[in-house]
């Protein structure tokens, strides 16, 4: 009677402890996750000058839409295995995707570790080994993976091995279940979770990601708030009320493929204050969050006066009179290498010009001084005197002589006068040297009386 009652015993705390197990798993959490209601993720007071644009921002990388044709990889489970001795290794015992299939880590494993096929069915994960050795013991940890909801779960389980059936027992010490196991028996390591993520496809999953817009006017409560817009991962796109709103108001088309759902609001008017409300929901990963911006819009920003472009100035057709507006022109100099090199070519240029009109002056002062030699009174031929020949005796030579001398005279006068014309100068002379006229009857009879 005592082994069946202590049999009976142990299987009720078998039974309680799996079922805490049980009840753990189903209750363990990630950070961003709830049961349905929106979770406040985060809150934000924007502010913004009239006639602007402002952008709520909005981001979550797990409402990115990573659709997974295969449908085999989005979920994984692997358990791993930790041993304090000797070497505290970790090392990777079995993995299984949720298509089904198994793989193994080490040849010795091979028929005696395993898990169910049926576990992304029944959500029931639990890793049995049969013929447990003294090399099995240590902390096992299994591990679930969701790649496509971002999700990742683990719970632990310490294996002890004894030799004696007196010490088998299971048990919780606070942190996790500690089962002593018999030697070379066959024991089912605990790991159960039947969410609907484990145990259900993603059937239809463009229609179970939505975000949506609400806003909430000043005064107004939050269950009458606005609907803006709604998008869903299949591209549809839902906006409601005026018109003008629909226009101002929106969100960018790779919303899912980026995870940016904020909301751009154009041309911002007072009106347009308020309190607005990003909902995500993402049904299928059981993701409901809520970020709420209290936007307040401020006075336009004053514009700076721009001068007008300077006109040239006007003239007027009638008065020929310019007309220049008072106004001060600044002119920047580009301050380069360049600029040096050009203005000295200006001043080269300047310098090489007077050269030229130098030059020019003094080729023209040298041909006007040659063409005033060729017309020098000083340097004109000298018009021939009139010889007389004279037929009378020998006597007669003296008095010949005697006019030589005076012709020789008149012609050295001759050539110290500057006569400009040619006929002033035939004048001149004809007065200073006319000829002599003389009688020689009158002379011969004058010697015949002496």
Known sequence: MSDMRKAGVR????????????????????????????????MYNISAPQGSQAVLKCHSQRMVWTQDRLKDRQRVVHWDLFRSTPHYAMERVLDMFSAGDQRLYNAYNQGRVSMSKTAFKDGNFSLVIKNVTMTDKGIYSCNLHHHYCHLYESIKVQLNVTKSARKERRFWDGQKAVFVVLLNSTVALPCVNRRPIWTEGNSQEEQQQVVHWDRQPPGVRHDRADRLIDLYASGERRHYGPLFIQQKMNISATAFSQGDFSLIISDLQPTDQGLYSCHLHHHYCGLHERRIFQLTVGPPIPQEPTDAPQALPNEDPITNVVEVPPRVINVILPEQRGHLLQQLGYILATLLLLALIVLAIILLTRQWKTRGLEYDPRTAAKPQLPTVKYMGQVSMSKDTERCVPEEKTCNQEDTKLDFKNNLLKEAEMSKLCSPKVIDLDREMERLSWK
């Open 11 to 42: 299987v009720v705390v078998q039974t309680l402890l799996f079922l805490q197990i049980t009840v753990l798993s189903l209750f363990t959490t990630v950070l961003g996750q709830s049961d349905g209601s929106s979770v406040v993720a985060a």
